[in-house]
Nanobody, 122 residues
Framework: HVQLVESGGGSVQAGGSLTLSCEVS????????LGWFRQVLGKSREGVML???????SRADFVKGRFSISMDESRNIVSLQMNNLKPEDTGKYYC?????????????????WGHGTQVTVS
């Protein structure tokens, strides 16, 4: 079964950058949907970015060119590069997975969640 282990959270000043990584195991390289959700203060969990096995990406509007997602299949790591971070990006970021690449959109609720990693922007 699929397992997700996040790393790379931390604290950064506004305008700074962070890279989140998620080591993925047990997934199907021909059919996957992986990425990131978050929960920021005062809001429910929301999708950030997803990538599927066809390299298509889905992103939330608030990303606005600041974040990018990539999947390194040789290392089984999905990464979220976050630039120009804002205080309102502060929250817990979760690596997530859906069962298949079909309907791989941030509007769709994930089937599997990692434990999360904290991002703090001051």
């Amino acid at each position: 079964h699929v397992q997700l282990v996040e790393s790379g959270g931390g604290s950064v000043q506004a305008g700074g950058s962070l890279t989140l990584s998620c080591e993925v195991s047990g997934y199907d390289r021909s059919d996957y949907c992986l990425g990131w959700f978050r929960q920021v203060l005062g809001k429910s969990r929301e999708g950030v970015m997803l990538i599927d096995s066809g390299a298509s990406r889905s992103r939330a509007d608030f990303v606005k060119g600041r974040f990018s997602i990539s999947m390194d299949e040789s290392r089984n790591i999905v990464s979220l590069q976050m630039n120009n971070l804002k205080p309102e990006d502060t929250g817990k970021y979760y690596c997530v997975a859906r069962r298949t690449a079909w309907d791989c959109y941030v509007s769709q609720w994930p089937n599997l969640w990692g434990h999360g990693t904290q991002v703090t922007v001051s």
